[in-house]
């Protein structure tokens, strides 16, 4: 019987690795529920919601805010695949970097909303000229 030490995390957004490192214990929030991994945990998939997963590494706690996803363990290996993540050591430090990326896609979607409007104003005054015609 293979006997793991510690697994290996790899935690990756579309374009980039956010994590790629070594953990002793991984909490996530699965669609069903928390759940703990310990290197010893037998393999496992679970969807992912909204929410924050926490990592220990050498004693120390690291967090990370995720957007859903997919986490996969086989053997030592954990990978996790998110649409959006953000890293952080502080949990207080970590709610406000979240806030101050969500309040600036808001603000993308804000502009990209009349951006919007405004291209279906012109498309609209464009049938009503050929109407005319």
Do not use: W
């Amino acid at each position: 019987m293979k006997e793991y030490i510690n697994m290996q995390l790899k935690v990756m957004e579309p374009e980039h690795v956010l994590v790629d490192r070594e953990a002793d214990k991984i909490i996530a929030e699965g669609t069903n529920g928390s759940f703990c991994l310990k290197p010893r945990h037998v393999d496992f998939v679970s969807s992912l919601k909204t929410g924050i997963l926490m990592y220990e590494s050498g004693g120390e706690e690291y967090y990370i805010a995720v957007d859903e996803g997919i986490l996969v363990k086989i053997g030592e290996r954990v990978l996790v695949s998110v649409l959006n993540g953000i890293m952080g050591s502080d949990l207080s430090k970590l709610e406000q970097a979240v806030r101050q990326r969500f309040e600036k896609t808001e603000a993308m979607n804000k502009a990209a909303g009349i951006a919007q409007k405004s291209m279906e104003a012109d498309l609209l005054l464009h049938f009503l000229e050929l109407e005319e015609t």
